[in-house]
């Protein structure tokens, strides 16, 4: 009893002294599962916890808590998946805000209705013009206005030399027999009864032919002229190009009530429209600015719509094409232009309007289409939609025909298709038109919208000009003017390019759902569920930490209890016997002890102490 009184006071029997207290440790951990469920149970913030383990003895109360839990925890962890699948799919917001501020004054292209009659070229479409009347009459029996019954008829070598002549499809049986020998149409989706006149296509070798045919005979004397009216361009050199003068199509330029001057405009060719101006173009050392709105401060052009020497086969309309665009875009003249009526004042208001879309994942455009963009531009300009498109198809004319379209830039080895030296260059060109409109060349695929674009909301107004009353003394003044005759108001139009107002409409992209937004939600539901807070997550970490040191040294207890246990044994096995008087060292169980704080039951139940402090194992 006295020994047991003096253990029990913390002291040696044999020494007298008090009994050293174990130290704590830097770390410690939970010994079992158990006691590290009941510890985070009891000291979390997250709710409902603490039920878990507080009824022990009503199985059923705890029961239920666990499993509405267990239930909560997974309701969760779904609104937290929907939440990250929202934000992975990088919605977008459109913002739109009005600005109001002094503008910069667009670019305005201006081009004519009447393709030039360039010198250089002169007899070469005399001889296409006459071939031309010549299949009409064969074709349609029709009588030139300009040919007369003394002129002689076309010789028929003239007639030879031209290749794919215009022939009349009088029904569409010659196709079911053309089809079995190679030929095959290519032709707008309508019915064949109503096809009429076409030319064949055949490629180098003539292995293979198509008809180009059109359900109306204008649209297919047009098409067909163009084609070797542009056959014939393609000889030119650039400089050949620009023959006509500014004031032999425009009589009159003002801007904000002054006059404009050769720097303020640069000249082109188009090989439909002819020469085209360009006025406050990127070449333009001063930009115009418009500070004040209204049909007084912006652009008015008087211009020369009167045929003269100009080419009827080629352009059945009269008047002039006008597109406003940025400075450093390109003018495409068939995209997006418009036409200006003959002895019509035609007034255009602007409104300005900007759009700038978010790139990377949340949306496909480029920035600037460099680096990003497989595509070559051609254009000295900057990166837009439809620049990569005719680049596109003009790298493939270059790749597969072996020559460059005449309507679109080219590199400088390369030549204009002609068919006296590339001759089936038509019928890959009509060949890649097809496979173009349908986007089996994967131009569209390709070509990227650009993040950021300026547009212009153009509205129009027309009213007779000039009066009926003033016309006498208006004609005066220009012919005196202009040293040109102007006979009637079908020779003479007027335009008006203005800013409607200064407010002008950004449209900007921004992320619907942020970072900030993101975790603003995940931590609006975990309080919804849990009502905890970011510290309750770092809670919940540490209990995965503890769960996996504590399986760690179950692990590392069970391997070394199998695999060292055995080499201990067998040592002590070896060694001479003991001595009785001396005294027992420690079982091998105690040297199994894990690490200070670390104490696990199983260590306790495996050995005792007896009376004298000695220790050693249970049996």
Known sequence: MKEEKVEHEGQHPESGGPQEEEKEGLIEFHRSYRELFQFFCNNTTIHGAIRLVCSKHNRMKTAFWAVLWLCTFGMM?????????????????????????????????????????????QEELEDLDHITEQTLFNLYKYHSSHSSSNKPRVRRELLNTLPYPLV?????????????????????????????????????????????????????????????????????????????????????????????????YSQFHHPIYGNCYTFNGKNNSNLWMSSTPGISNGLSLTLRTERNDFIPLLSTVTGARVMVHGQDEPAFMDDGGFNIRPGVETSISMRKETLDRLGGDYGDCTNNGSSDVKVKNFYSSKYTQQVCVHSCFQENMIQKCGCAYMSYPKPDKVEFCDYKKHTDWGYCYYKLQDAFASDNLGCFAKCRKPCFVTSYELSAGYSRWPSATSQDWVFQMLSIQNNYTISSKSGVAKVNIFFKELNYKTNSESPSVSMVTLLS????????????????????????????????????????????????????????????????????????RPPSGLQLNQHQHCCSRDPKGQRWPRR
Request: aromatic letters at 14%; proline letters at 7%; a neutral charge.
């Open 168 to 264: 009349k499809l009088q029904d569409p049986q010659p196709f079911h027999h053309h089809r079995a020998s190679g030929v095959q149409e290519n032709n707008p989706q309508v019915d064949k009864n109503d096809w009429k006149i076409g030319f064949i296509l055949c490629n180098k070798n003539k292995s293979d032919c198509f008809y180009q045919t059109y359900s109306s005979g204008v649209d297919a004397v047009r098409e067909w002229y163009r084609f070797h009216f542009i056959n014939i361009l393609a000889r030119l050199d650039s400089q050949d190009l620009n023959e006509a003068a500014l004031g032999n199509f425009i009589f009159a330029c003002r801007f904000n009530q002054a006059s404009c001057n050769e720097g303020n």
């Open 521 to 592: 939600n995940l931590g609006s539901q975990w309080s919804l569920w849990f009502g905890s807070s970011v510290l309750s997550v770092v809670e919940m970490v540490e209990l995965i930490l503890d769960f996996l040191v504590i399986t760690f040294f179950l692990l590392l207890r069970k391997f070394r209890s199998r695999y060292w246990a055995p080499t201990v044994d067998s040592a002590s096995s070896d060694e001479p016997g003991p001595n009785p008087s001396a005294p027992v060292p420690p079982p091998a169980c105690a040297t199994l």
């Open 77 to 121: 962890y779904w609104q937290f998946g929907l939440l990250f699948g929202q934000y992975f799919s990088y919605p977008v917001s459109l913002n739109i805000n009005l600005n109001s501020d002094k503008l910069v004054f667009p670019a305005v292209t201006v081009c004519t209705l009447n393709p030039y009659r360039y010198s250089k070229i």
